[in-house]
């Protein structure tokens, strides 16, 4: 057995995608600080025609077989908006990504690394950034810190042992993410608490809740904030209106209007902040270990969804517009956000923890938000490149 051919082949039909994605619930059926998320919502992910990545991306998926086992998975992938970025924000021309590895040992997860960057160069490329799983919206870099608790929704646990393996592939580190955690309970500093106070008493500020009655509206409206405050960012890809209506879709469950803030200066929308209640508290309880909630599973997590208390919280996304990053304005707007979702999160889901994250280690905004409220760094990813 040991001796035996390892075989790469590239996944052909439905049978092969399922496997594709069942792989991971069994390669990671014994950690438990792994999360194992809705299966059919896996199964979304990595089809093309469901989620709408595909429209301007091309992908290829892989599995590792030994004696007919499956024993590895990969996939190789080449965003089309990637390439119209400039190469110092990290994507551009003849860049290529893989993501989703999984794998036995090092031996598979080499062979599958090889055969993502063969098909990578088939297609025209030149260098490889990875891993992203699928895209840097999703779940972006290789977990290198904090494998000693569970990631919070929308974040990903890996083997420690990946790290190892991508960097002995030949992989050279060319970002780093992390995400802070803080206790929610405690009052910010009082230096956070008197800049929330003066912007409390500027008559052209407002912060407010999302209207869920006009839900794509005020969609379109974080999205367009979203490009705007980001298009500069390492790593930066547009979100299209089709991302836009499949992640609303998606998130919409957890979509509650004390958690998600828009700030307005002088009735113009120029800042937003989403808060999501811990989806992952209790997928970890019902999901099973194979993403497959039994009925009682299923009304657990249902009911949870309509009131989820007591919640932690996670802050995937913030923005201020261009124009006003550089401004004091801007790092108010922030801390006005971040308190009054602070307080929602405690008084009506009992939260006791927040996440912010993930937050680029060079963006010197946010790091120093981040320190300002306290917060101390909990995990750690790895975004690599390689050229081909």
């Known amino acids: 057995m040991a001796n035996s051919e390892l075989v790469i082949t590239p996944i052909s039909g439905k049978a092969d995608r399922a496997a594709f994605v069942d792989f991971a619930y069994r390669c990671n059926a014994a950690d438990q600080n792994w999360v194992p998320n809705l299966r059919s919502e896996e199964i979304s992910k990595f089809t093309p025609g469901k989620n709408p990545f595909f429209a301007h991306a091309r992908c290829q998926l892989f599995l590792a077989r030994r004696d007919g086992r499956i024993v590895g998975r990969i996939s190789a992938h080449i965003d089309e908006l990637a390439l119209k970025q400039p190469v110092e924000q990290g994507m551009g021309p003849g860049t290529g990504n893989w993501g989703a590895i999984e794998a036995e040992n090092e031996e598979t997860a080499r ?144 979509v509650h209007p004390e958690l998600i803030r828009i700030a307005e200066y002088e009735g113009e929308p120029v800042a937003f902040m989403m808060t999501l209640p811990n989806l992952n508290q209790v997928q970890m309880r019902v999901n099973g270990r194979n993403g497959k909630p039994s009925i009682l599973g299923l009304v657990k997590l249902l009911l949870w969804l309509r009131k989820p208390y007591p919640a932690d919280m996670r802050v995937p996304l913030m923005g201020v517009r261009k124009k006003l990053q550089a401004s004091r304005l801007a790092s108010q707007l922030a801390f006005m956000m971040i308190e009054y979702i602070r307080r929602a999160s405690v008084a009506k889901f009992g939260a006791k923890r927040g996440e912010i994250g993930w937050i680029l280690e060079d963006n010197q905004g946010m790091v120093a938000i981040a320190d300002a409220i306290d917060s101390k760094v909990n995990r750690e990813y790895a975004i690599y490149e390689k050229a081909l």
């Open 111 to 254: 062979a599958l690394i090889a055969a993502a960057e063969q098909w990578l160069r088939e297609q025209g490329m030149t260098r490889v950034l990875a891993p992203m799983n699928l895209s840097v919206w999703e779940e972006p870099g290789i977990q290198v810190g904090g494998h000693d608790h569970p990631p919070m929704v929308m974040m990903a646990h890996h083997d420690a042992a990946y790290q190892g393996w991508i960097e002995g592939a030949g992989y050279g580190r060319v970002k780093t993410l992390y995400t802070y955690d803080l206790d929610v309970t405690k009052q910010f500093p009082p230096l956070v608490q008197r800049i929330v106070s003066s912007g409390e008493k500027n008559a052209k500020i407002r912060v407010r809740e999302v209207e869920l009655k006009h839900f794509d509206r005020e969609a379109a409206i974080i999205c367009e904030i979203l490009n705007d405050a980001w298009s500069d960012n390492w790593g930066f890809v547009p979100f299209t209106q089709e991302e836009i209506e499949y992640t609303g879709k998606a998130l919409k469950p957890l």
